[in-house]
């Protein structure tokens, strides 16, 4: 039994051997499958499972060998994938090409970083310009294996984004050869994922056929060694024999269908992603365009409001005030008046006390003095009365007051103003009316969007864009901190870009 088990552990280590070199070394592959996912999806775990399969099989012939399983290998960073901290960053920072043998046939993988990347869409589109970098060094596709979490019960806006992000980088000549792979589910019965939902996004069903379901005992080689160390006690060993031993029919049917696509020239993936580019870049430049007038439209509403405001504060510099008065007012009478400085009394109107005199001891027999030296209506001497044919009589009335300076501020304000409103109402006809570089933009991009539509699976331009923004609006019901406001601008840019396509 032993001289049996280390002859297992020899062809076990021999098959890691040959399985690492047939990975790292020069390419060999005959059908090449693009792996794309969404982060956090398992694609990082589904990888290490399709290059450890050389192993894998080998590990047949030392069943129940407690040292065979240890020569499993990561070929990219499983426990990243599986970190509580970060979970929604891709693990994968850039598209790499990995040579396996699958149960039989020798495959090129070509594994990308996964989408819906927790640091926003521009990663996101440095991810995609990742892969059509990597794909420019292959010829062809046989393949493009869809990975996703069976156990996800709904369309989650997270998943809608990355389904939409995914399917706009792949042409048609592509979407006969797409398989799905939905992990974390053993068979059709776990699968809380409803697969008629991807009908919208690739405008056909993906049949029975193409549709794969795993259960990745590679997940549970990894659980096991963190609980029990590198030698693995006999029973786990054949739980996870029996584990592999059910995949390993998994990865042949998915490899006899492989088998039958036909080859796709990677030419038509730079193509339609080109010409994604091209529309990007229109639509920016339709929103710089537009950002440019609304700018001036702004500066202009400012400049109206600040002279509207300067012109209210020296408004006043017009003002009415009430005056009041002393008039002379002639009478047939002679009347007793006083004379003293600002008395403007009329102390015995008329007066029939004594005849009109000029003698000013005559004023004291006016009933005024009655015989006193002084007056008793306004309290003055005798000698500062006199007679005449008048009296004083006050009268009231308004006059207007102008203040100079307030006043040309005022009317530098209002003329400002004025000017302000015209610009502001040119630019606001300028922003109506269609204007030779707004159409030209315009027309190029509806030009380039019908090309993209005749490349691509993706036929709606807006769906994609709304897409971006639910996932922006998914992020900022959990975010904190300064993250909102760059998640708030990133959100109110791309309601801009869906009203200018909507318009086109």
Same mark, same amino acid.
């Given at each position: 039994?032993?001289?049996?088990?280390?002859?297992?552990?020899?062809?076990?280590?021999?098959?890691?051997?040959?399985?690492?070199?047939?990975?790292?070394?020069?390419?060999?592959?005959s059908y090449k499958?693009? +792996?794309?996912?969404?982060?956090?999806?398992?694609?990082?775990?589904?990888?290490?499972?399709?290059?450890?399969?050389?192993?894998?099989?080998? +590990?047949?012939?030392? =069943?129940?060998?407690?040292?065979?399983?240890? @020569?499993?290998? @990561?070929?990219? $960073?499983?426990?990243?994938?599986?970190?509580v901290s970060n979970?929604?960053?891709?693990?994968?920072?850039?598209?790499?090409?990995?040579?396996?043998?699958?149960?039989?046939?020798?495959?090129?993988?070509? !594994?990308?970083?996964? =989408?819906?990347?927790?640091?926003?869409?521009?990663? !996101?589109?440095?991810?995609?310009?990742?892969?059509?970098?990597?794909? /420019?060094?292959?010829?062809?596709?046989?393949?493009?294996? +869809?990975?996703?979490?069976?156990r996800q019960s709904?369309?989650?806006?997270?998943?809608?984004?990355?389904?939409?992000?995914?399917?706009?980088?792949?042409?048609?000549?592509?979407?006969?050869?797409?398989?799905?792979?939905?992990?974390?589910?053993?068979?059709? #019965?776990?699968?809380?994922?409803?697969?008629?939902?991807?009908?919208?996004?690739?405008?056909?069903?993906?049949?029975?056929?193409?549709?794969?379901?795993?259960?990745?005992?590679?997940?549970?080689?990894?659980?096991?060694? *963190?609980?029990?160390?590198?030698?693995?006690?006999?029973?786990?060993?054949?739980?996870?024999?029996?584990?592999?031993?059910?995949?390993?029919?998994?990865?042949?049917?998915?490899?006899?269908?492989?088998?039958?696509?036909?080859?796709?020239?990677?030419?038509?993936?730079?193509?339609?992603?080109?010409?994604?580019?091209?529309?990007? $870049?229109?639509?920016?430049?339709?929103? %710089?365009? &537009?950002?440019?007038?609304?700018? /001036?439209?702004?500066?202009?509403?400012?400049?109206?409001?600040?002279?509207?405001?300067?012109?209210?504060?020296?408004?006043? =510099?017009?003002?009415?005030?009430?005056?009041?008065?002393?008039?002379?007012?002639?009478?047939?009478?002679?009347?007793?008046?006083?004379?003293? $400085?600002?008395?403007?009394?009329?102390?015995?109107?008329?007066?029939?006390?004594?005849?009109?005199?000029? !003698?000013?001891?005559?004023?004291? &027999?006016?009933? $005024?003095?009655?015989?006193?030296?002084?007056?008793? %209506?306004?309290?003055?001497?005798?000698?500062?009365?006199?007679?005449?044919?008048?009296?004083?009589? #006050?009268?009231?009335? *308004?006059?207007?007051?102008?203040?100079?300076?307030?006043?040309?501020?005022?009317?530098?304000?209002?003329?400002?103003?004025?000017?302000?409103?015209?610009?502001?109402?040119?630019?606001?006809? @300028?922003?109506?009316?269609?204007?030779?570089?707004? @159409?030209?933009?315009?027309?190029?991009?509806?030009?380039?969007?019908?090309?993209?539509?005749?490349?691509?699976?993706?036929?709606?331009?807006?769906?994609?864009?709304?897409?971006?923004?639910?996932?922006? &609006?998914?992020? #900022?019901?959990?975010?904190?901190?300064?993250?909102?406001?760059?998640?708030?601008?990133?959100?109110?840019?791309?309601?801009?870009?869906?009203?200018?396509?909507?318009?086109?």
């Amino acid at each position: 039994m032993a001289a049996m088990f280390e002859r297992a552990k020899e062809v076990a280590k021999g098959a890691y051997k040959a399985a690492k070199e047939a990975v790292t070394g020069k390419p060999h592959a005959s059908y090449k499958m693009l +792996l794309i996912g969404e982060t956090g999806s398992g694609k990082t775990s589904f990888l290490n499972l399709i290059c450890n399969c050389g192993m894998i099989q080998a +590990l047949h012939v030392g =069943f129940g060998d407690v040292d065979a399983f240890s @020569q499993l290998r @990561q070929f990219n $960073a499983v426990e990243l994938e599986n970190a509580v901290s970060n979970q929604m960053e891709s693990k994968t920072s850039g598209a790499r090409l990995y040579n396996v043998e699958l149960c039989g046939i020798k495959m090129g993988v070509v !594994d990308t970083p996964g =989408f819906g990347d927790s640091r926003g869409i521009e990663e !996101d589109k440095r991810n995609v310009a990742k892969i059509i970098d990597a794909l /420019k060094e292959e010829d062809y596709l046989n393949c493009v294996c +869809l990975i996703i979490n069976g156990r996800q019960s709904r369309m989650s806006a997270a998943l809608r984004y990355v389904l939409t992000e995914v399917t706009s980088i792949l042409p048609k000549e592509i979407v006969s050869n797409v398989i799905v792979l939905f992990t974390t589910t053993a068979d059709p #019965l776990d699968l809380n994922f409803d697969p008629s939902q991807l009908k919208t996004f690739f405008g056909r069903e993906i049949d029975d056929s193409r549709t794969f379901y795993i259960e990745n005992p590679y997940c549970r080689h990894e659980k096991a060694k *963190t609980q029990t160390g590198e030698l693995l006690p006999e029973k786990i060993t054949h739980s996870l024999q029996k584990s592999f031993d059910e995949t390993s029919l998994v990865l042949a049917e998915m490899s006899t269908t492989v088998k039958d696509f036909q080859r796709v020239h990677t030419f038509c993936f730079f193509s339609l992603y080109q010409k994604k580019q091209e529309v990007e $870049a229109t639509v920016n430049s339709l929103l %710089v365009y &537009q950002q440019e007038i609304e700018k /001036k439209i702004s500066e202009a509403e400012s400049d109206v409001i600040s002279a509207r405001n300067r012109k209210i504060l020296n408004s006043p =510099f017009r003002s009415t005030q009430r005056i009041r008065r002393w008039k002379v007012v002639s009478t047939e009478r002679h009347n007793t008046l006083c004379g003293a $400085a600002r008395c403007y009394c009329n102390c015995h109107a008329p007066c029939y006390c004594i005849s009109k005199s000029f !003698d000013k001891e005559a004023f004291k &027999q006016c009933r $005024a003095f009655r015989g006193s030296v002084t007056c008793k %209506v306004c309290g003055h001497s005798y000698a500062m009365h006199y007679h005449d044919e008048v009296k004083f009589d #006050l009268e009231e009335y *308004t006059q207007d007051f102008i203040d100079p300076v307030m006043k040309n501020k005022f009317e530098e304000a209002k003329a400002i103003e004025e000017r302000a409103t015209i610009v502001k109402q040119q630019l606001e006809r @300028q922003r109506e009316t269609t204007q030779p570089e707004w @159409q030209r933009l315009s027309d190029r991009l509806r030009l380039t969007l019908e090309k993209f539509y005749k490349l691509g699976i993706v036929q709606n331009y807006a769906k994609l864009l709304e897409s971006q923004l639910a996932m922006v &609006q998914h992020r #900022l019901e959990s975010s904190v901190g300064p993250e909102i406001q760059d998640l708030r601008r990133t959100e109110h840019e791309i309601e801009k870009k869906l009203q200018l396509v909507a318009a086109i």
